[in-house]
């Protein structure tokens, strides 16, 4: 079990990286622009990829009535993602002290695993939902009004993962070290789960034999 609780105290410490690295990446290329525009989606804030990449993406946005890339004050989610991790940080390590000192047991671990699994499914929601709302809204009175050929306004939401095509751009959007460190950090709590129950199951048929022999 102390193996397993070591691992379990070294999984949720990967969540850390959040607030170094990025979480989302967005690309947009086009012919016109060698340098692709990009930015990064980070826990507290959306950061330009290179310098003035942000400024670029807001000035092309503005033709067809896109709002400007809001400012971390602007969302709740900027002021209270860095909240939720560092509380799941924290919890996941004293859960993983406690199992370390016998006061819990691994399926602990696997509640940390669930807790932080639906946090990060709802996180996506409304990620998603952010970039919908962003892509539809648009400014009716914008320079550019494009429809689609059954003649509804065209929609500019990016992919919530992989490629799309939006006009003469194509938009990329891929999860960022961050979230590979997450993903890391939550595989490292499955793994300490698994390896505390298999040894409670290796305990229970030693005590087993014991009294059978006994």
Known sequence: MKKASVI???GPLFLLGLFL????????????YP??????IHIDGIRDMNEFDLQNIDGLNHYIGMRTLPKAEEMWEFSTF?????????????????????KV????????????????VLGMYDFNAW??????????NAIMKLSNPDGTPMSYSPPLFGKA????????????????LMFTGMMLTIAAFLLGWKNSKFQATEESNKLANS
């Open 165 to 180: 095509d939006m006009l003469n751009f194509q938009v990329t959007s891929l999860p960022s070290t961050g979230a590979w």
């Open 131 to 140: 970039m919908v709302d962003y892509g539809t809204n648009l400014d009716p």
């Open 8 to 10: 379990m105290i070294i």
């Open 82 to 102: 860095p909240i939720v991790i560092s509380v799941m940080v924290v919890l996941g390590v004293l859960i993983g002290l406690l199992g370390y000192f016998r």
């Open 35 to 40: 340098e692709p525009l990009g930015m990064n």
């Open 105 to 120: 047991n691994h399926n602990w671990f696997l509640s940390w695993f669930i807790l932080m699994s639906i946090l990060g």
């Open 21 to 32: 690295f990025p979480l989302w990446n967005i690309m947009l290329g086009a012919p016109q």
